[in-house]
């Protein structure tokens, strides 16, 4: 039984990992540059790539399914691709196997070395974010308008961030 379909839907798994990982660059750039609008067309885009990369799945389970009744296993095992290159014997073929396995392997961990860091950059905006929203409304609107200092009463003191005279 021949190994090409499994090698071929490999390939494709890894060339859209690829892809993925292309906008993940694109996705940190929108991130430190605060494009939200280009943050969002990102996320749709990564979107419409996850649901490709789960029919690829799909594929390439189906093509080590055939695989392994070709070489004589009935029952549907879900091997990982070093247990399925000790059924190939054909050295080319399995050198092929485990050339892909290592791409893809690659690919994998720079995506998500990757999406770590865009997590971290994106939980760092909603921290400034919210210490800004914070700051911003630590004291009440009439506290933020200017008013005569001898109108004030003697008794009445601000306790603030940032208050000096206490």
Avoid at 78 to 95: G, H, I, M, T
Avoid at 145 to 162: C, D, E, I
């Amino acid at each position: 039984m021949t190994l090409t379909p499994l090698l071929e839907a490999l390939e494709r798994l890894d060339e859209a990992h690829i892809q993925m990982l292309d906008l993940a660059v694109t996705k940190k750039q929108a991130i430190k540059e605060n494009k939200v609008e280009e943050l969002i067309k990102i996320l749709n885009k990564e979107s419409k790539l996850s649901k490709l990369i789960e029919q690829l799945e799909e594929e390439r389970a189906q093509a080590a399914y055939i695989f392994l009744q070709g070489v004589g296993i009935r029952s549907n095992l879900n091997l990982n691709l070093n247990e399925l290159s000790r059924l190939v014997f054909d050295l080319k073929d399995k050198q092929k196997l485990l050339d892909i396995q290592k791409r893809l392997s690659g690919t994998l961990q720079e995506l998500k070395e990757a999406n770590m860091l865009n997590q971290q950059l994106l939980q760092q905006a909603l921290s400034y974010i919210e210490f800004s929203i914070e700051s911003m409304s630590y004291y009440s609107e009439t506290e933020a308008t200017y008013h005569h200092p001898a109108g004030k009463t003697a008794g009445v003191q601000r306790s603030g961030l940032f208050d000096s005279r206490a």
